[in-house]
């Protein structure tokens, strides 16, 4: 059955014994993919650690290259010439605000890559120089294959999902299947169970076992992130980047590939930490954002209970522009709902007319703030925001005692109170901006119907220092900048 | 290698990443994530080994597909985050 899928016995005499420069150079690489990452500690150095990145990946590519066979050079230049192409015009033209479904678009990619890459290695063992004496895959190396195959399939499917959601593709309301949780333990359970059958069985029996683990690693890929909302996107695409991570490096063992397993031990961490920072940022534990169903539209009356009108002091862009003026120091809050509406330029321009009459601007950014970790920095970058006048939440916070204004735009749940004083509340013990501290609080807002991701009431709409500035972003700001000349 | 060895080197290479990510400034989360997506693809090494060598006609078209997603990933990666990283500037007045 099969017969011709079924690895090839001459190739036993390829592969086995890298040359010792080629794993130095391997390892050379995995420490220019380090440098490339401490390049990221500031923006000053970072542009070399990007150089750094790619100096290690030329590394690896031409060793291997070099090091083995290169009867299929042409398809290979072929591939490499096609996707680089296909990768290039990609980056050339993405939206930054479309940033987070670019990066699980991406991840999907390194994850089909590993399953590829380890039924490759399964169906030819030899080119990889995985054959014991008897001619058969060694059970570790086949534990690590299967464990390559799974995690880079759940690291595909899940991506695929994530991808659909953050670009609209795809409801981002949770879906939530009755029994989920027993079905993943299930389907995890049994991938495992499968990995150490396939490891154990015989080299006839192995097909059959490797073709269940791939596909119902598929299936808990998707099963898993179909109940998240889209509130805890940010958790998401960092903890698939953790997943194509341990993928990369569960493919380093196969090989015995120091270069790959650095990486990937790098970039596991990587995805790791800043899931936990996400986490950290929302109050959220890991594991009910795993469980899902974070912002769920059906979850009946509990939201629903009528908000008391209570007044709040309405004004105008000149009240605005006239204030704004007399202030000195300044302190934005942007958050995603000012991406949404594309008011970065406005609102830099409106910071630029300031700072010529002399008031401190300073951005405050929080952790969550738009869709992935560190998105809010990059669309204010993009908007040629100086990154030393955008302070994070820790770093800034005390300073709203000292602020004339707080101008909020596009952000709620961030400046919530409720988050410090209301046991009750679900966003209770997340991290926020003190901006009742300000003297002034302006708040820009479409109308006073709508309420941020949580779906609570807030409120800083309600104190006596706060001005609602009721209109879309971009209008308001512009309008805002037009006054103040 | 043995795979005592390899477990070393992975399990350094852990604690390496741990300090390495905590001392990232938070501004440059996004262009971390593209860049560790970029050097993932160093998966790369895996479909090239499939696509060069003989033994397996199935093996060498899997592995040259697996070049070509990884050749997605690692121009386009690291094309992005030049891209977003030539975008920080600091105040030069």
Redesign the interface.
């Known amino acids: 059955m099969m017969s011709?899928?079924a690895?090839?016995a001459?190739?036993a005499a390829?592969?086995g014994g890298t040359p010792a420069w080629a794993?130095l150079a391997y390892l050379i690489?995995?420490v220019f993919?380090?440098l490339?990452?401490?390049g990221?500690?500031?923006?000053?150095t970072?542009?070399a650690?990007?150089r750094n990145?790619?100096i290690?990946?030329a590394i690896?590519?031409i060793t291997?290259?070099v090091t083995?066979?290169?009867?299929?050079?042409v398809?290979?230049g072929i591939?490499?010439?096609?996707?680089?192409?296909?990768?290039?015009t990609?980056?050339?033209k993405?939206a930054?605000t479309a940033?987070p479904e670019?990066?699980a678009g991406?991840?999907s990619?390194?994850g089909?890559?590993?399953v590829?890459?380890g039924?490759?290695?399964y169906?030819?063992p030899?080119?990889?120089g995985l054959l014991t004496g008897d001619g058969s895959i060694g059970a570790?190396s086949k534990i690590e294959m299967g464990l390559g195959i799974a995690i880079g399939a759940i690291t595909f499917s899940g991506s695929v999902i994530a991808f659909a959601k953050l670009s609209g593709k795809m409801s981002g309301s949770p879906i939530m299947l009755p029994g989920r949780h027993v079905i993943n333990l299930g389907v995890l359970g049994a991938i495992i169970v499968l990995t150490a059958l396939f490891a154990l069985a015989g080299p006839g029996d192995t097909m059959p076992l490797i073709v269940a683990v791939t596909v119902l690693a598929f299936v808990i890929g998707f099963l898993l992130i179909i109940p998240i909302g889209g509130a805890d996107m940010p958790v998401v695409?960092?903890m698939l980047?953790s997943y194509?991570?341990w993928?990369?490096?569960a493919?380093?063992?196969?090989?015995?590939?120091?270069?790959?397993?650095?990486?990937?031990?790098?970039?596991?961490?990587?995805?790791a930490?800043?899931s936990y920072?996400m986490c950290r940022a929302m109050n959220r534990s890991f594991i009910s954002v795993i469980a899902g169903g974070f912002g769920a539209d059906d979850s009946g009356g509990g939201k629903g209970e009528p908000r008391e009108q209570r007044p709040y002091k309405q004004g105008s862009a000149a009240d605005a522009a006239y204030m704004l003026e007399q202030a000195e120091r300044v302190i934005i809050i942007p958050g995603y709902g000012m991406a949404v509406a594309q008011a970065q330029h406005a609102l830099r321009e409106m910071a630029d007319v300031l700072e010529a009459k002399g008031v401190e601007v300073k951005y405050a950014?929080h952790?969550v703030a738009g869709r992935?970790?560190?998105?809010m920095?990059?669309l204010l970058?993009?908007a040629?925001v100086?990154?030393?006048?955008?302070f994070?939440l820790e770093d800034i916070n005390s300073e709203f005692a000292q602020a004339d204004v707080a101008f909020i735009i596009g952000a709620n749940d961030v400046v919530n109170p409720a988050a410090k004083t209301d046991k009750s509340s679900p966003i209770y013990g997340m991290p926020v901006f003190d901006v009742d501290k300000a003297k002034q609080v302006f708040f820009i807002k479409r109308s006073m119907g709508g309420v941020g991701y949580a779906g609570v009431d807030n409120d800083v709409f309600y104190m006596d220092q706060t001005m609602m500035l009721l209109s879309d972003a971009k209008k308001m700001v512009e309008e805002i900048v037009k006054a103040m000349d | 290698m043995d795979f005592i060895s390899i477990l070393s080197i992975f399990v350094l290479a852990c604690f390496v990443g741990y300090y390495v990510v905590w001392s990232v400034t938070p501004a440059l989360h996004t262009p971390l994530m593209a860049v560790t997506n970029a050097i993932s693809s160093v998966i790369i090494v895996g479909g090239l080994i499939a696509a060069a060598e003989a033994g397996s006609d199935v093996a060498k078209w899997l592995g040259l597909a697996a070049v070509v997603l990884a050749s997605v990933n690692i121009f386009g990666g690291f094309a992005v985050t030049e891209r977003m990283l030539a975008m920080y500037k600091k105040k030069d007045k």
Do not use: C, Q
């Open positions: 011709f899928l690895p090839a001459d190739a390829h592969g794993m690489a995995g993919f380090i490339a990452l401490r990221l500690s500031s923006p000053a970072s542009r650690g990007n990145g790619m290690g990946m690896a590519v291997t290259l083995h066979d290169i009867a299929n050079i398809e290979i591939a490499i010439f096609l996707g680089g192409i296909i990768g290039v990609i980056a050339r993405i930054m940033m670019l990066v991406f991840h990619l390194v089909l890559a590993a590829l890459v039924w490759a290695a169906l030819n030899g080119a990889f570790v695409v960092s980047n194509s991570g993928a990369a490096a493919m380093g063992f196969t090989l015995g590939n120091t270069a790959m397993i650095i990486t990937g031990a790098l970039v596991g961490s990587s995805g930490i800043l920072i950014i952790p992935m970790p560190g998105h920095n990059v970058a993009e040629s100086e990154y030393d006048k955008v994070e």
